[in-house]
């Protein structure tokens, strides 16, 4: 067990010690710190109401936004959307909170897909690199089995997206609390839903979206990561993966009238289409047919990995 994490623990030195991944963590920091002083600049985000006067405040602002909808059609669409919104605290007797930190982590999920970006590159060249630099024979030499050397990479990339979407998570946060304050440690909003408005917490809003994008993430970087190993070859695994990625769910809409697109990947990636009153893309899938789906390309994904490592003679490179 001490050998295998000592595996892990230089992976990772050789992931954080090149200066393209701390490249990364900037970018995506530059990122984060972009959208806060865009959502800033651009939107209403004091959402202040008076303890006494908010009701009236509502009442006024619904007023203003029907008002514009008179002046300009364009409008009506986002209008009705805020009025319903503003006419669910009022019903329920709720008073608006102003947009906080935790609102802007929660907004931030649509960041993992750059997680996800990220982490293809890293799983793509962390097995094909020792072939192209020539450094496999080194590591192959070593009193270690070709499965243990094959899982502790894969673990590394694991940890390099998990410790990546932390980063996210908690340096939103950061950026959130100086731009924006924060609303206390359980704020709720009002969220539309599929069945209409409803009061959620924030922080469920956060555990669930990162969740169910964590799926997403951890399958590309799988598949990735088996592209790597069977071809040796990093530039192809990033353009297969993105593409895959990009395209996806445009592959599953296009062959959607099929009998067997169900049984496609990117049908079952996204498994939030299961909840909240929400429709499965295909009528007679389920949450337990794409769970068990995922775990079958899972397997096969890191079955074909460990074939092709543990079988390939290297004796010629």
Do not use: C
């Not at 986002?78 to 102003?98: C, H, R, V």
């Not at 694991?158 to 609390?177: C, D, K, M, P, Q």
């Not at 009153?277 to 096969?300: A, K, R």
């Amino acid at each position: 067990m001490g050998n295998f994490l000592n595996l892990i623990n230089n992976e990772l030195i050789k992931t954080y010690i090149r200066k393209s991944t701390w490249a990364m963590y900037i970018i995506l920091a530059g990122i984060i710190i972009g959208l806060a002083f865009l959502t800033n600049t651009f939107d209403d985000t004091s959402g202040k109401y008076t303890e006494d006067n908010w009701r009236q405040e509502l009442q006024a602002e619904n007023e203003q936004l029907t008002k514009e909808m008179e002046q300009d059609e364009f409008m009506e669409g986002m209008n009705t959307s805020l009025i319903a919104e503003n006419n669910y605290y009022l019903e329920n007797d709720i008073q608006p909170k102003g947009y906080d930190a935790w609102q802007f982590v929660m907004e931030n999920q649509l960041l993992l897909s750059v997680v996800s970006l990220l982490t293809i590159i890293i799983a793509a060249g962390i097995v094909a690199n020792e072939f192209r630099w020539g450094t496999i024979k080194l590591l192959l030499i070593r009193p270690i089995t070709r499965t243990k050397m094959l899982l502790a990479k894969y673990t590394s990339v694991l940890l390099f997206a998990l410790f990546t979407l932390l980063f996210v998570l908690v340096f939103s946060w950061i950026i959130g609390a100086v731009f924006f304050g924060v609303n206390g440690f359980d704020p709720h909003v009002v969220l539309e839903k599929s069945g209409g408005f409803e009061y959620v917490s924030v922080i469920n809003e956060i555990v669930s979206g990162y969740g169910f994008k964590l799926v997403n993430l951890v399958m590309m970087a799988t598949f990735a990561f088996m592209i790597s190993t069977i071809f040796r070859n990093s530039a192809l695994a990033i353009g297969t993966a993105i593409f895959l990625m990009m395209a996806g769910n445009q592959i599953v809409v296009f062959f959607a009238e099929r009998s067997w697109a169900k049984y496609i990947l990117f049908a079952n990636t996204d498994l939030s289409q299961y909840v909240n009153g929400n429709s499965p893309w295909i009528e007679d899938m389920t949450l337990g047919f794409s769970v068990i789906m995922l775990v079958i390309y899972y397997v096969i994904f890191l079955f074909l990995s460990w074939i092709f490592f543990t079988k390939r003679d290297v004796a010629g490179q």
